[in-house]
C-alpha cells in the first residue's frame, strides 16, 4: 500500500476523508488529530457520478476499496486499496460507522441531517387489491414504528370503504388504535415519512396474458408514477419512496428519471435521490422459494442457507445455498418461484395476497425497523434487490462469499437492469 497525503473535515459532528482537497463552504478542514477524536459517522469521499446515490454503501473490510458496483454484493471480489488508511478508520468501518460518499448529488448533505422519528407517518397511495391487503398488515403490525397511514385513490369510495374498514380493527388491547388511519388528497401526499406508491393499471384479465404480465404493467405504471415523481420534485419530498406496484425494479428507475427532469427535460440530480427510493417485491420471491423449497429435503436448506436475488420477475435469481450451492437445484427453484404467479392465476384468481404482505406489509416494516429484509436499492445505474437493511437512510448491502457461477448469473441480471430505457415519451 501508497502512503498518501489525506485530507481531513468536520461538519456536524461527521468526519470526512478526501483523497483530493475540497472547497466546500460547508466543510471545515481539520488536522488529523481533530478529524479522529470525536465523530458519528465517518465518511470516505470517493469519485462518483450524479446518477450514483449519495451516500452510497456501508464500509466494510471487504469493500473499503471498491466503488458502487455489483461488486458489493459479494465478498469474495478483493480489490487492492492503494492507500493506508490509519488505524483509527479501519476502526470506525469495523465498528460500522463508516460509509462511502458521492458528493457529485448536490443535495449530497441533506443526508447527514435526516433522522427517524420514533414513529412514522405513512402515505399509501392506491386501494386495490393489493394496497388494500397491504394496508389491513401495516395497521395490524406497525404499531410500534406507525404514527398514521394516510390513504389515497381515485376512487372516493375505495377511501371510505377502508376509513371505515380499517379502522375498526383492533385487538381486544386496542394497541391496533395507535396507527392512526386518515383520509389525503393529492395536494397532500408528499407530506410524510414515507410515500408508497401501489397503484396498478393495466393488469391483464386472467386468461388474457399474452405477454409477460409485467411489462404489459410497465407501459400503464409508469405514466402513474412519473406523475407522482413530479409531485414529489415540486414539493420538494425529503422522505422515503417506495414502489411495491409491478415491475418494481423498472418502476424505481421511472421514479428517479422523471423527478429529476428540470423544465427543459434535462436531468439535473434535484429531485428525488437514488437512495430515497426503494422497490419491495422481491420479499414474496424470496416467500415463494421457501414454499417450493420447503417441500423438497434437497432444498429444505434455503431458509438458513439460501438467498434471492434480483427484480420480481425476469432476471430474478434464487440460489439454493450461499454455503452449498448446487447450479441445478437454484435453477429449479428460481423457475418454481417465477411461475408461482402463473400458478396462483390458474386457480382463477390473481395473485395479488402474499405479494402485498410479504413485499408490502412485512417487507416495509423490517425497513422502518432498520432489520434485514429483501427490498430493491440503487447500484451504480441499476435498481438492484438483494437482502440489505436501512438506518436513517444509510444503506447497508449484505456481502457473501458468492459462487462464481451465481456471480455470472447474477451480473447478467444487473446489466440488464442498468440498460434498461426508463423513458416512455
Given amino acids: 500500500m501508497m502512503t498518501k497525503k489525506l485530507f481531513y473535515y468536520k461538519y456536524n459532528n461527521n468526519t470526512f476523508i478526501s483523497e483530493e482537497p475540497l472547497s466546500l463552504d460547508l466543510l471545515e478542514e481539520r488536522d488529523e488529530a481533530v478529524a479522529s477524536s470525536s465523530f458519528e459517522n465517518l465518511f470516505l469521499v470517493k469519485n462518483s457520478s450524479l446518477d450514483e446515490n449519495r451516500i452510497f454503501y456501508k464500509l466494510n473490510e471487504s469493500n473499503i476499496a471498491k466503488d458502487e458496483s455489483l461488486g458489493l454484493i459479494n465478498s469474495n471480489i478483493q480489490v487492492t486499496n492503494q492507500i493506508a488508511y490509519p488505524e483509527w478508520v479501519l476502526k470506525a468501518v469495523k465498528a460500522g460507522n463508516a460509509y462511502a460518499l458521492n458528493m457529485s448529488n448536490p443535495l449530497w448533505f441533506e443526508l447527514l441531517h435526516k433522522k427517524n422519528p420514533n414513529k412514522l407517518t405513512l402515505t399509501l397511495s392506491g386501494l386495490g387489491d393489493v394496497g388494500g391487503t397491504l394496508l389491513l398488515g401495516l395497521r395490524l403490525l406497525g404499531h410500534d414504528c406507525i404514527e398514521k397511514i394516510k390513504i389515497f385513490d381515485l376512487g372516493e369510495d375505495k377511501i371510505q370503504r377502508w376509513l371505515y374498514e380499517c379502522g375498526q380493527i383492533t385487538s381486544p388491547s386496542f394497541q391496533e388504535m395507535n396507527v392512526k388511519i386518515e383520509k389525503c388528497t393529492e395536494d397532500d401526499l408528499f407530506n410524510c415519512d414515507m410515500f408508497i406508491f401501489c397503484v396498478s393499471v393495466g393488469v391483464p384479465k386472467i386468461g388474457d396474458e399474452k405477454e409477460d404480465v409485467r411489462m404489459v404493467q410497465y407501459r400503464g405504471n409508469a405514466k402513474v408514477i412519473s406523475h407522482y415523481a413530479k409531485l414529489a420534485r415540486k414539493s420538494n419530498f425529503k422522505g422515503y419512496f417506495a414502489v411495491v406496484s409491478d415491475p418494481v425494479d423498472h418502476l424505481c428507475k421511472a421514479a428517479l428519471y422523471y423527478s429529476n427532469l428540470d423544465e ?162
Wanted: net charge negative; glycine share 10%.
Fill in 264 to 425: 427543459d427535460g434535462n436531468f439535473d440530480g434535484k429531485g428525488l435521490a437514488p437512495d430515497q427510493i426503494t422497490g419491495f417485491g422481491l420479499g414474496v420471491m424470496n416467500a415463494r422459494a421457501a414454499f417450493y423449497a420447503s417441500q423438497d429435503e434437497k432444498t429444505s436448506n434455503y431458509m438458513t442457507e439460501g438467498r434471492a436475488y434480483g427484480p420480481h420477475g425476469e432476471g430474478l435469481f434464487i440460489a439454493n445455498s450461499i454455503e452449498n450451492y448446487d447450479e441445478d437445484l437454484s435453477q429449479e427453484l428460481t423457475f418454481k418461484t417465477k411461475t408461482a404467479n402463473l400458478a396462483v392465476r390458474e386457480t382463477g384468481f390473481k395473485p395479488f395476497i402474499a405479494p402485498a404482505l410479504s413485499s408490502g406489509s412485512l417487507s416495509l416494516l423490517a425497513y422502518i425497523r432498520g432489520e434485514w429484509h429483501y427490498s430493491t436499492n440503487f447500484v451504480n445505474g441499476a435498481f438492484f434487490g438483494c437482502r440489505n437493511r436501512n438506518s436513517n437512510g444509510l444503506l447497508e448491502l449484505e456481502s457473501l462469499p458468492l459462487n462464481d457461477e451465481l456471480y455470472t448469473n447474477l451480473k447478467k441480471t444487473y446489466n440488464s437492469l442498468r440498460e434498461f430505457n426508463p423513458n416512455i415519451d
